[in-house]
């Protein structure tokens, strides 16, 4: 597997050793061993998740706050998605930036997305299967979330040519101040 650090270095991009021919491909979507040896990580990863969603579908930005803050290791399986993470780590020399990459079931990218970062993602295929790993339960009193569009963030997502499809709950997320106290220090890897 191949790992490079994205412009906020917690945030991985995994690739994975694909084996294809005119039969068909094979690759390992997951091992603990070599994802920890590969990232120098040492998570364990306790949930995992299954979502679909129509193109122009955006979800997020969302996070866990303590105790039961959550690093997610996320893919596309069906489809192509926008996929976003923010550091909202107080103290971290990237708080308040974003990075974002697509996804999809060509790229078999992976994005390790660790505790104390929003993540949210925009559908821009028909539709997608997205799955992620979590290190921590789903935790509804300790869910937030961050308004996806907040200009202070800057987020560019794609313009699909129709507006975004959002849940109440992000429809409705609070804006990012820096002096809000999202993580009050930068969560260890």
């Known amino acids: 597997m191949k790992v490079t650090p994205t412009a906020i270095p917690d945030v991985l991009i995994i690739e994975p050793k694909v084996f294809g021919d005119e039969r068909g491909f094979f690759f390992e979507s997951f091992n603990q061993k070599a994802f920890n040896e590969a990232t120098g ?3 364990n990863f306790v949930q995992d998740n299954h979502s679909r969603s129509a193109k122009g579908v955006l979800r997020g930005l969302h996070y866990q706050v303590p105790p039961h803050a ?3 290791l996320v893919r ?6 926008f996929d976003v993470a923010v ?3 107080q103290g971290s020399s990237t708080f308040g930036k974003w990075v974002g ?3 999809s079931e060509e790229n078999r ?3 390790w997305v660790p505790a104390g970062l929003a993540h949210g993602f925009l ?8 799955l992620y790993k979590t290190t921590d339960y789903y935790a509804p009193q300790h869910e937030r979330s961050i308004a996806w569009n907040d200009a202070s963030l800057g987020v560019e997502w794609p313009d699909l040519g129709i507006a975004p499809s959002l849940s ?8 990012f101040s820096p002096h809000n106290a999202f993580f009050e220090q930068p969560i260890p890897r």
Do not use: C, N, T
């Open 123 to 130: 559908v821009l295929s028909e539709s997608a299967d997205f």
């Open 41 to 43: 990580l040492d998570v």
């Open 168 to 175: 109440a709950k992000d429809r409705d997320g609070p804006f």
């Open 87 to 89: 550091d909202i780590r």
């Open 109 to 111: 990218k992976q994005l």
């Open 70 to 72: 959550q690093g997610k």
């Open 76 to 81: 596309v399986v069906r489809g192509a998605v």
């Open 101 to 103: 990459l697509e996804l």
